[in-house]
């Protein structure tokens, strides 16, 4: 059901709507976007702002909002997604989906990672709407669904052109109202080992997972490339799967196990298969299935120091400039652009895909100051 129509001496309680969107579970997988884009949909045209939803496959779908500026600054995109990590094995400690308020904090999964973002960049967008003269460019609304599934919806983005409108990037995951500008490159690779299968009461063949984990034992001692990096820490190997075999009493012909490697920007990831290859024996292929390029900003660039200057004056404190190991959708919607990106988000940079995740009230609050204060005078 659509929203009521509001007037600009309502008000849009950020708080209260990140309650509302805890509520609705958006664990990926599976996903389900399409509800909650309904609610955020609903939610944007009430409040008089441009949107529209692409369900670009069935329950995935994204939302994309606009304020409306005078057309002499390229669009700020402020982008957050929709979907959240699962609530995984370990107990909460009160139910993941309820939304609560407790000592200040709003409690479920999704909260800081990042539907808080989605709630304060709607805020955001609902003050700018109230401006008696129009910013100078457009403010976008990039709300994304299967960010954990491999950025699917920011890549939906790119296909339907919506890079070629971006200005600068302000991403909205939890960075402590720190800024983050740069995110390391995930490559993600799949090693087969072959072998020869045999009953183990006879002829015990050539076990492939035997022949898999000499070879991955043998990873640690590899030397990936490691260029130093004012922000980023050094390249990372870990093996996240494996499986082989058929029965308990056949030799396994057929062992895989996926792999994932984080470097620095620069690295051409072709070059990190073929050293994870040579280091391989000849029952071993190893293949790229996927990769994400580093995407990085300059420190001291305009939009990062307007960034900082805002966070600065909400907390007092100079923010600490960072980069982090994981991958945002700024690995898609600024990948081969030549346009400033910002991380600035309400929570904790270690709350993502924790149990009892939370966010702190006063910092949704801040969050939306934040962004009102960079998009007035990014495009001023």
Request: hydrophobic fraction near 45%; charge should be negative.
């Amino acid at each position: 059901m659509t929203s009521t129509t509001k007037t600009a001496g309502d008000d849009f309680d950020p708080v209260a709507f990140l309650q509302r969107l805890v509520a609705m579970e958006t664990c990926d997988p599976p996903g389900r976007e399409i509800e909650i884009a309904t609610v955020v949909l609903d939610e944007l045209r009430a409040w008089g702002i441009e949107a529209e939803i692409d369900e670009f496959a069935p329950g995935r779908a994204n939302v994309l909002g606009r304020v409306p500026g005078a057309g002499a600054k390229p669009p700020l995109v402020l982008s957050a997604h929709l979907d959240t990590v699962p609530v995984g094995a370990v107990p909460w400690s009160f139910p993941p989906f309820s939304g609560a308020i407790r000592d200040g904090r709003v409690l479920g999964r999704g909260t800081a990672d990042m539907k808080s973002a989605v709630a304060a960049m709607i805020a955001t967008a609902v003050e700018l709407t109230k401006r008696s003269t129009p910013l100078a460019g457009d403010v976008l609304l990039a709300f994304s669904a299967g960010e954990s599934s491999n950025c699917l919806g920011a890549k939906r983005f790119v296909e339907r052109g919506f890079q070629k409108r971006i200005g600068a990037l302000l991403i909205g995951e939890p960075s402590s109202l720190d800024v983050i500008v740069a995110e390391k490159a995930a490559l993600w690779l799949r090693a087969t080992a072959r072998g020869r299968s045999g009953h183990v009461s006879g002829d015990p063949g050539v076990n492939a997972i035997r022949v898999m984990i000499d070879y991955l034992n043998g990873l640690d001692a590899l030397a990936l490339p490691a260029p130093e990096h004012p922000l980023l820490d050094g390249p990372t190997l870990r093996v996240g799967t494996i499986s082989g075999g058929s029965a308990v009493n056949v030799t396994p012909d057929t062992c895989t196990a996926e792999i994932d490697v984080r470097l620095a920007p620069g690295i051409d990831p072709q070059s990190v298969v073929a050293l994870l290859q040579s280091a391989a024996p000849a029952e071993i292929t190893v293949e790229m299935t996927d990769f994400k390029p580093a995407v990085e900003s300059a420190p001291d660039s305009p939009f990062v120091t307007l960034c900082a200057e805002a966070c600065r004056a909400e907390t007092n404190r100079a923010p600490a400039i960072k980069g982090v190991s994981y991958f945002s959708d700024a690995t898609v919607l600024a990948a081969g652009l030549d346009v400033p990106f910002a991380i600035v988000g309400p929570g904790d940079l270690g709350m993502s895909g924790q149990p009892d995740e939370s966010v702190s009230v006063d910092n949704v609050l801040a969050v939306v100051r934040i962004y009102q204060r960079v998009a007035e005078r990014w495009l001023a």
